[in-house]
């Protein structure tokens, strides 16, 4: 053990004080002077993350190289001391275990810890010690911050390339280098440094992902990815920020759809290629929910949203999904907001929920609307899609581009003849125009997707022979002709209290369509 000289100072730092660069802040500022004791448990602890590929693990160990410099400038003393624990012990004790070695360490040398962890402070205390606890600050410089100007939407540093910034908005953006000097590896692991030193820092910090190779960070507006070699070639940084938050209002969003939002529309896919907008759609939705007075919950992976503290964000990452199902189940919102469905097990979640009747927005991604309607077939039972969506909302260039209402009904499907193939059909149409575009059915073992609005176009039909063939399906048994820029219905007089009650659509349908529509009776 190590013994202080009397009078001096004497600081014991634990992993979390290392890990957010806390310690040689300290110092620089003045609050810190006479000798700092790192124990071999933390360097032990720091070497076992960093070789899992870990960013805390390489931050921590930075801070201690900033402290031997800090040393040979005479402004500090620092020394290497404690018993270094097995690397079997640092695998199975777990960081609370480390935790307590190094604070036991520290209440018998009578020295001052330093941790950024808040139940070692506390516990410290209890046990009579000085502490000097790093609180969260938001006053902290981010590195990267440096490469973002105000139409910059996402920035991609990689080692040996110069960094590049994607500037404009969705849709109509293009790439620009920022400067022609290629960053180093030393460069990158400096500005990884300090992103996962504000993550731990700051409050509006998360470090949501930290994997061999790659680190996931949300750091206030920031997305931040980090890869690091085996996983990529060398070191990149990309790192994400939305340029402007809007409200449901400033999409000019039709009064019909706005009807909808407001009375029907409870399971909600809102999808777009990457890019396009959908998250902050999504923002904007729950948002404009939330002041109607719904209670709104999200699930995000990482939690990239900026929304106000009346919405809960829970992280997929610090919990399993079955957590989130029971707490989501208890808590009833009534909605939710699923920010990035891509596995098996969200899209379950999504329809678990859903069908307990929660109110349920997912985001996912597509190239064309109907593809994030594709997304659930094979996950779940072809009849339950309209109970799990009823409307898609397809975001493009950062603008809503279509939006399709999903229903079910037992027809013949397009392009078959015979009655007898009748079956159950899921139907998506235009919801601005009420034009059937798909219909999903099975037949024999598979599911298919037929796009009827191109069937009819290849087949050279317009809209009226389109309604004609669906008012055909309405009153199999009247004579339907096209004719004098309008349609003729001919129905004969012993159907006629049989179809009462179709007629009445056709008005509905003439009015839609400003289709003229005749009946006759034979």
Known sequence: ????????????????????????????????????????????????????????GFAGLEEIKRLRKLSSKGIIRVEISGEKPKTIDIKNLGSEAIDAMIRDYAYELGATLITGDKVQAEVAETMGMQVIFIQPSIKTRLVLEEFFDNITMSVHLKEGVPPIAKK????????????????????????????????????????????????IVQLGTYRIIITRPPLSDGWEITAVRPLKKLSLEDYNL??????????????????????????????????????????????????DMNLPPGITQYSKNYADLGELHDILLLSRPDYTVFDEMRSDEDFKLYSDLRLAGIG??????????IDAIQRFIGRVELGMIPSLIDTVIFIKNGYVDKVYEVKMTVKLPTGLKEAELSRPVVEVRDFLTDELEYEIYTFGEQTVVVPVKKFYEKAGLGLLDRLARRIQRMLPRAEIRVENNGILVIIPRNLIKTYNKKIRRLRKIEDRYNVPIRIRIA
């Not at 959908?278 to 939330?290: G, I, N, R, S």
């Open 1 to 56: 053990m190590s013994l202080g000289i009397p009078s001096e100072e004497v600081y014991v730092p634990d992993t979390s004080a290392l890990v957010e660069g806390a310690v040689s802040r300290l110092v620089r500022e003045g609050r810190v002077r006479g000798r700092i004791i790192i124990h071999r448990a933390s360097i032990a602890e720091l070497e076992h993350q960093a070789n899992k590929g870990r960013a805390t």
């Open 168 to 215: 404009g908005r969705p849709g109509d953006w293009v790439y620009e280098t920022i400067h022609d000097k290629p960053l180093t590896r030393r460069d990158l692991e400096e500005i990884a440094n300090n992103i996962i030193e504000q993550a731990k820092s700051r409050p509006d910090g998360f470090i949501e992902i930290d994997r061999f190779g790659s680190t």
């Open 254 to 303: 039709p009064a019909k759809l706005i009807q909808r939002l407001n009375e029907r529309a409870e399971g909600i896919l809102i999808a777009g290629a990457p890019g396009m907008g959908k998250t902050t759609f999504a923002q904007a939705l729950a948002e404009y929910y939330m002041k109607q007075g719904k209670v709104v919950k999200t699930i995000e992976s990482p939690r």
């Open 360 to 369: 349920m927005i997912g985001v996912v991604h597509a190239t064309t609307p």
